[in-house]
């Protein structure tokens, strides 16, 4: 079963743009991840945040969370042609780093 | 970081024969590695949670018997997908967390094609 549901499901922006990806949860979280898979490739990384923190950046990426809303969001600043990919955001309900994933949203970025 | 592998990247297998897909942690030792499906164009689906020593637990609607999980020491578990057909043509892919972080690393996934 699917613990998060993201939106949008599908985003075209220009090279360039800025691009927001919103993941929505269910029940409540030790962690959130968020992953990049290019088309038909393995899950790269992208951040880590703790139920107890509320932003993180790395690079040109930042993540927020609000528990209260059981929301985050992704957002990739100045985005590039390579930054085309599907990203999912994945939960940890029970601290047994079992990560459940959202739905996903596949980014397009237009050169 | 750590590196996670799984053997092999593509397999090819007649309906009703068994195929057997290993992931492996190569610089870290795992307790525990978890296995996934995905279908094209859609998310990952939880399997199972493979144990290092003891059972694999299955998620609702995971025929254990099918997919069958060995965990046979701390850097290697296998899924094998016994009697195979096509509709368990999928990409198949495991993780695994380093012990003491909150991390999951991905292997680069098993392309399982049924014909």
């Known amino acids: 079963s699917q613990q998060g549901e993201e939106d949008p499901q599908a985003l075209s922006i220009q090279e360039g743009e800025n691009a927001t990806m919103n993941c929505s949860y269910k029940?409540?979280?030790?962690?959130l991840q968020w992953y990049r898979q290019n088309s038909g490739r393995g899950l790269v990384h992208l951040i880590l945040?703790?139920?107890?923190?509320r932003e993180k950046h790395s690079g040109r990426l930042r993540v927020t969370l609000d528990t209260s809303k059981k929301s985050s969001s992704l957002l990739i600043t100045a985005s590039r042609a390579a930054d085309t990919a599907s990203y999912f955001c994945a939960t940890d309900t029970s601290g047994t780093y079992k990560y459940i994933f959202g739905t996903g949203t596949r980014l397009k970025v237009l050169a | 970081g750590a590196v996670v592998s799984q053997h092999p990247s593509r397999v090819i297998c007649k309906s009703g024969t068994s195929v057997k897909i290993e992931c492996r942690s190569l610089d870290f030792q795992a307790t525990t590695m978890f296995w996934y499906r995905q279908f094209p164009k859609q998310s990952l689906m939880l399997m199972a949670t493979?144990?290092?020593?003891?059972?694999?637990?299955?998620e609702q609607g995971v025929e254990k018997d099918k997919f069958l999980i060995n965990h046979a020491s701390l850097t290697l578990s296998t899924l094998t997908v016994t009697s195979a057909h096509p509709e368990d043509s999928s990409f198949y892919i495991c993780?695994?967390?380093?012990?003491?972080?909150?991390?999951?690393?991905f292997g680069p996934g098993t392309r399982l094609t049924v014909t």
């Open positions: 993780s695994a967390p380093p012990r003491g972080t909150s991390e999951q690393y």
């Open positions: 945040i703790r139920s107890n923190e």
């Open positions: 029940t409540s979280i030790n962690n």
């Open positions: 493979s144990n290092e020593g003891s059972k694999a637990t299955y």
